[in-house]
């Protein structure tokens, strides 16, 4: 190992990438079943089995298995569910297989908590919906909201996707431009994270009292302390609660996890070994900073190794493109603060980086979660500095029932 590598500055300024969630509750309500049935039972219409069929969906996941029939059916859900396990699908078919074939502009409204995660579920709507007319559109920060205006004014789409902060602004416009009065299905993806935000939370609520009593809401998330689902049941009614695993319990299957126990001052040659070694397909290295992911950038790219930096202050269409190259794998590494950490789904990585250990526990696994996607094995890596990091090692190891092994560097250089 080189004793030359640079050590990647410290910054006193934190990336606002939302506010902390509560701790994770270590007990909750657990669903399990049987045996997974196949998409045909679902009572979906023909035009999405073809689109499920030629996403690649050979079967449901559990929470599949668990929502899809009550969603279908107009049903409160309240679900948490792992990373990688197709929630998104759950309420995207969802909706597309109760929407009438002449449903209104502004039929369903979708909230997240960030843009990336904005245009992955109206990407997916997209996919699943290939088959059928239904027009669907996301908006967010970072673009002038005039375009919004005009876009949503000359292309009403059936499904909005939206970030609460640019959604709202959008229905006090005058005059309006959102036709509230026509949603009938209201989702929130990633509901922990946009909840725990005062901000956010203010404006979902602002946002709720627009809309039509009689409506479905749908809220979903990997991680969800019991703080959490109380605010989240004050906008529902009637639901069905859906908890696929408890947290105690919440473990990629097929994800390998290490820790590696070093000083800051070899994080980057350690680093730099993992990604000589080339063992994946495509890597993310999550870092805790904006400023110390892109010194890290700029010098792993000084040194040779080729990767992209996506970060919360890029501009909007520069985010967009990152984003979508690697999605299509055009760069094997990303450079990334927590921005990604959550619902991001990238099917070709399979290797978590953990640069900086997270400051919370269940961002431990919505990170590797991006590494452990249904039915995918992956391999998740945490470097271990300080006595912090040991301590948060230790409370991940504790809250998620798992075992994060040692990493055997020189053996695998071998």
């Known amino acids: 190992m080189s004793n030359q590598e640079e050590e990647v500055p410290f910054y006193d300024e934190e990336e606002n990438e939302g506010n902390q969630t509560a ?12 045996g997974h049935s196949s998409f045909n039972d679902f009572s979906l219409k023909q035009d999405l089995l073809r689109s499920v069929k030629e996403a690649g969906f050979e079967r449901p996941s559990e929470v599949q298995h668990q929502c899809i029939p009550n969603a279908i059916h107009g049903k409160d859900v309240l679900c948490q569910a792992k990373a990688g396990t197709g929630k998104t699908a759950v309420f995207v078919l969802s909706v597309l297989n109760q929407l009438a074939e002449d449903a209104k502009p502004f039929s369903c409204l979708v909230l997240c908590h960030t843009r990336e995660l904005a245009f992955q579920i109206k990407n997916e709507f997209k996919r699943l919906g290939k088959f059928t007319n239904f027009k669907v559109k996301a908006v967010y920060g970072g673009v002038e909201e005039s375009v919004d205006i005009h876009t949503l004014k000359t292309k009403k789409p ?6 609460p902060g640019r959604c709202l602004s959008l229905i006090k416009a005058k005059p309006a431009v959102i036709e509230t009065q026509n949603i009938e299905y209201f989702i929130v993806d990633e509901c922990d994270r946009v909840l725990s935000s005062n901000k956010m939370r203010s404006d979902v609520q602002n946002i709720f009292y627009e809309l039509p009593r ?52 070899q994080k980057i040659s350690v680093l730099r070994q993992l990604l000589d070694q080339g063992n994946f397909n495509q890597v993310i290295i999550f870092v805790n900073k904006q400023d110390r992911a892109k010194y890290l950038s700029k010098y792993l790219t000084d040194k040779g190794h080729d990767n992209a930096f996506i970060y ?14 690697f999605k299509e794998g055009k760069n094997r590494v990303l450079v990334a603060t927590d921005l990604v950490g959550r619902g991001i789904d990238i099917e070709r990585v399979n290797l978590v980086i953990n640069f900086d250990m997270p400051q919370i526990t269940e961002d431990y696994m919505h990170r590797v979660g991006r590494a452990g ?38 053996q695998e250089a071998q």
Do not use: W
């Open 214 to 265: 009689k409506k479905q809401v749908m809220m979903f998330s990997g991680t969800m302390s019991d703080e959490s689902k109380k605010t989240c049941r004050k906008f529902l009614q009637d639901q069905m609660e859906i908890f696929v695993e408890d947290n105690s319990k919440l473990v990629l299957h097929g994800l390998e996890q290490y820790h590696i126990k070093i000083e800051e001052k």
């Open 158 to 163: 059936h499904i909005l996707v939206a970030t």
């Open 23 to 34: 701790p994770v509750q270590k007990h909750a309500q657990s669903f399990n079943t049987g």
């Open 312 to 325: 919360r202050n890029l501009d909007q269409s520069e985010r967009t493109k990152i984003y979508s190259e």
């Open 373 to 410: 996607r249904f039915e995918t094995k992956g391999q998740a890596i945490s470097f271990i500095s300080t006595k912090e990091d040991e301590k948060v090692l230790a409370e991940i190891q504790s809250t998620f029932s798992t075992q994060i092994k040692e990493y055997n560097l020189k």
